[in-house]
């Protein structure tokens, strides 16, 4: 009815592929004109729905930026820590005379 600003769809699907019966689905859908304040409300309605999806991404990425950043530092400290270990075994397999860790400490203080 287009004075009450409200239109209807019929929609009928057949399948026909079958040999013995058709298949036949059938859908009504009212459809109802938005004027005035009622389409002003559904504007208002969907921005705010807009800004909430918007925040939403927003802090999903911020999570996901802030899970890599401590995968990459937990692997970075395994790293440092496994290069520290490897550092003090070799110490103990090869020791140092006692002038040449002097040598070392020294142009550690002073630098190159």
């Not at 009450?4 to 109802?32: G, N, P």
């Not at 692997?75 to 140092?96: D, F, I, N, Y």
């Amino acid at each position: 009815n287009p004075e009450a600003s409200i239109t209807t769809v019929l929609t009928v699907r057949a399948d026909f592929a079958s040999t013995s019966s058709a298949k036949v689905d059938v859908s009504v859908d009212h459809y109802e004109l938005l004027e005035g304040s009622a389409l002003d409300t559904y504007v208002i309605v969907q921005i705010l729905v807009l800004v909430n999806v918007a925040i939403m991404l927003i802090d999903i990425g911020n999570n996901l930026k802030n899970a890599v950043l401590r995968v990459v530092a937990e692997r970075r400290a395994k790293a440092e820590e496994a290069a520290s270990l490897k550092s003090e075994r070799e110490a103990r397999m090869h020791p140092q005379s006692p002038m040449s860790q002097t040598a070392q400490m020294i142009t550690a203080k002073l630098g190159p």
